[in-house]
């Protein structure tokens, strides 16, 4: 199988807050992976594809956010998202979040 991953993807477990932009509904979860561009979010309700979210990630005592759009949802497992903007701070804290994973 080709793999189409712009980016590498890391096992990182990270609490998770999702917002729904549009109805304002939360869910949470845990990230069972996550790249520069994206996360795998375990959850037993995940948003439907298409869905625009903003999602929070915590470590420690740091939060990453940003707005987010669901790539796909399996109903009781969870959803796979594609970060839209951030910051460039932000993305400072992602990348240096990955690179201690990397290392380790």
């Not at 869905?51 to 399996?74: C, M, N, P, W």
Request: contains cysteine.
């Amino acid at each position: 199988m080709l793999e189409r991953r712009r980016a590498p993807r890391y096992p990182v477990s990270l609490e998770a807050e999702v917002t729904e932009v549009e109805t304002g509904a939360k869910l949470s979860g845990r990230t069972s992976d996550v790249s520069r561009l994206g996360c795998y979010i375990d959850t037993i309700t995940p948003s439907p594809n298409g869905t625009k979210i903003v999602v929070r990630l915590k470590h420690s005592d740091e939060i990453f956010q940003t707005g987010a759009v669901v790539i796909y949802s399996s109903q009781g497992l969870g959803m796979g998202v594609a970060f839209t903007n951030f910051s460039p701070d932000q993305q400072a804290l992602l990348d240096g979040w990955l690179a201690t994973v990397s290392v380790s």
